[in-house]
Nanobody, 119 residues
Framework: QVQLVESGGGLVQPGGSLRLSCATSGFTFNLYLMKWYRQAPGNERELVVG????????TYADSVKGRFTISRDNVKKMVYLQMNSLKPEDTAVYYC????????????WGQGTQVTVSS
C-alpha cells in the first residue's frame, strides 16, 4: 500500500538547521510531484515548497525563500526538505505530499513530523 513516512523533525534553536526526510513506497515515484506542507496550531495547512509540472521549477512560500530547499532521490524514492536559518514561526507539523502529475485528485499524504524552533 501507499506509504509516505516523514522523519527528521525535532527541537532546534533559532538560526539552526534541520533536514526532513520523506520515505515513500507503494506508488510510481517518478510520476508524482513532491511537496512539503506545514500546519501550525490554529492555522490551516500551507504549502511550504513544491515541485511544479514545469521541469526544474519549484514554488516556495515567501516566508521560506532562500532558507528552505526541496530535493528528491528517484532511486531511493525519497524527498528531502533542508531547512536553514530556522525561526520560531517555522514551528509546525511538516507533511510530505505526493501529487500526481496527471490527475489532480490523485495524491497521498504522510503522517507528519513535528518541528519546534525555540530557545
Amino acid at each position: 500500500q501507499v506509504q509516505l513516512v516523514e522523519s527528521g523533525g525535532g527541537l532546534v534553536q533559532p538560526g539552526g538547521s534541520l533536514r526532513l526526510s520523506c520515505a515513500t513506497s507503494g506508488f510510481t515515484f517518478n510520476l508524482y510531484l513532491m511537496k512539503w506542507y506545514r500546519q501550525a496550531p490554529g492555522n490551516e495547512r500551507e504549502l511550504v515548497v513544491g515541485e511544479t509540472a514545469r521541469e526544474g521549477v519549484t514554488t516556495y512560500a515567501d516566508s521560506v525563500k532562500g532558507r528552505f530547499t526541496i530535493s528528491r532521490d528517484n532511486v531511493k524514492k525519497m524527498v528531502y526538505l533542508q531547512m536553514n536559518s530556522l525561526k520560531p514561526e517555522d514551528t509546525a507539523v511538516y507533511y510530505c505530499k505526493a501529487q500526481s502529475r496527471i490527475l489532480d485528485h490523485d495524491f497521498f499524504w504522510g503522517q507528519g513530523t513535528q518541528v519546534t524552533v525555540s530557545s
